[in-house]
């Protein structure tokens, strides 16, 4: 059965970092593209980053410039750093995992995480 678990999200002041984590189970992280996806509240689910089987890495419009993804094999643990927090980027974060498929596109992703919330102050 495979499970992947985010964790790390809380309430921080504009400005801050922070990083979230996906702890994988019953997959290895290397062998799947591994992604990150948010959804705000009443907004469409989107494409953040993820981290190909060959360690390319694919920016949506939200993290280019400020996040970064990055994979531990040992943990089977994807991460997600985050610098220079604004309010917008309030939301559930997501952890994904697609063998195959278009990197930015949610529908390639059969396994998802529950989600951890980020909720930045103004």
């Known amino acids: 059965q495979v499970r992947l678990v985010e964790s790390g999200g809380r309430l921080v002041p504009a400005g801050d970092s922070l990083s979230l984590s996906c702890v994988a189970s019953?997959?290895?992280?290397?062998?799947?593209?591994m992604a990150w996806f948010r959804q705000a509240p009443g907004k469409e689910r989107q494409f953040v980053l993820a981290?190909?089987?060959?360690?390319?890495?694919w920016y949506g419009d939200p993290g280019k410039g400020r996040f970064t993804i990055g994979r531990d094999n040992a943990k089977s643990t994807v991460y997600l750093h985050m610098n220079r927090l604004k309010p917008e980027d309030t939301a559930v974060y997501y952890c994904?995992?697609?063998?195959?498929?278009?990197?930015?596109?949610?529908?390639?992703?059969?396994?998802w995480g529950q989600g951890t919330q980020v909720t930045v102050s103004s």
């Open positions: 019953g997959l290895s992280v290397n062998t799947h593209i």
């Open positions: 994904a995992a697609a063998e195959f498929g278009d990197i930015s596109d949610r529908t390639s992703y059969r396994y």
């Open positions: 981290i190909t089987q060959s360690d390319g890495t």
